[in-house]
């Protein structure tokens, strides 16, 4: 299974920051996967953002709950991550992962004006 996140690489502040992640070779909707969306800011640890079931549920974290939306295309295999009202500090390189154990490469995301 290989994960691949895309999406715009600079994002004005105030504006909502949109990745994709794309999986081939399994199929998202199997059973117990759970498909995440992780950060991590420029000198700084990993955050875990939030995931989506096999089902369709959605998890979040707390602290980015009122900002976050997770969802996804299953005919499409893709899940996306939608972050709204984007700060400088929401710069990051942006990690979607299948059951923690499957990591995409990463893409950089930076919030400037």
């Known amino acids: 299974v290989q994960l691949q996140e895309s999406g715009p690489g600079l994002v004005k502040p105030s504006q909502t920051l949109s990745l994709t992640c794309t999986v081939s070779?399994?199929?998202?909707?199997?059973?117990?996967?759970?498909w995440h969306w992780i950060r991590q800011p420029p000198g700084k640890g990993l955050e875990w953002i939030g995931d989506?079931?096999?089902?369709?549920?959605?998890y979040y974290s707390p602290a980015l709950k009122s900002r976050s939306s997770i969802s996804r295309d299953t005919s499409n295999n893709q899940f996306s991550l939608q972050l709204s009202s984007v700060t400088p500090e929401d710069t990051a390189v942006y990690y979607c992962a299948g059951n923690l154990a499957l990591w995409g490469q990463g893409t950089l995301v930076t919030v400037s004006s």
């Open positions: 070779g399994g199929s998202i909707t199997t059973s117990y996967y759970y």
């Open positions: 989506i079931s096999y089902s369709g549920s959605t």
